[in-house]
């Protein structure tokens, strides 16, 4: 096995992590949203609603530029998923192969 660059390095051991934490923040604010709107939970929980801000900070700049090009679906908001999507296929896919060099860019 050949020594590790700094940019696999990076990429394996600090982003990949980060996506993956990230993947975790968008489930939790999938399933944070099922749960208030079934009204299982509520916002007027500190707690709840602690948890509930900090995700929206987290994914509303990312999932922003995906609903200007979305459809409307009538209420149903799928921007959250197309965003997981797109990092399930970063992580699972193109950091790998760009670490292992069996991705090229160009």
Same mark, same amino acid.
């Given at each position: 096995?050949?020594?590790?660059?700094?940019?696999?390095?990076?990429?394996?051991?600090?982003?990949?992590?980060?996506?993956?934490?990230?993947?975790?923040?968008?489930?939790?604010?999938?399933?944070?949203?099922?749960?208030?709107?079934?009204?299982?939970?509520?916002?007027?929980?500190?707690?709840?609603?602690?948890?509930?801000?900090?995700?929206?900070?987290?994914?509303?700049? =990312?999932?922003?530029?995906?609903?200007? *090009?979305? !459809?409307? /679906?009538?209420?149903?908001? $799928?921007? %959250? #998923?197309?965003?997981?999507?797109? =990092?399930?296929?970063?992580?699972?896919? *193109?950091? !790998?192969? /760009?670490?292992?060099?069996? $991705?090229? %860019? #160009?």
């Amino acid at each position: 096995m050949s020594d590790m660059s700094l940019l696999q390095a990076l990429l394996l051991l600090i982003i990949s992590p980060i996506i993956s934490l990230l993947s975790l923040v968008i489930i939790v604010r999938v399933i944070m949203s099922w749960l208030v709107s079934f009204q299982i939970i509520n916002l007027h929980n500190q707690l709840v609603a602690a948890i509930w801000q900090i995700t929206g900070r987290i994914t509303e700049p =990312l999932v922003a530029p995906i609903r200007r *090009f979305m !459809p409307n /679906l009538g209420g149903l908001d $799928l921007s %959250l #998923f197309v965003l997981w999507l797109f =990092l399930f296929l970063v992580n699972a896919w *193109f950091i !790998p192969g /760009l670490a292992y060099g069996t $991705l090229r %860019l #160009f």
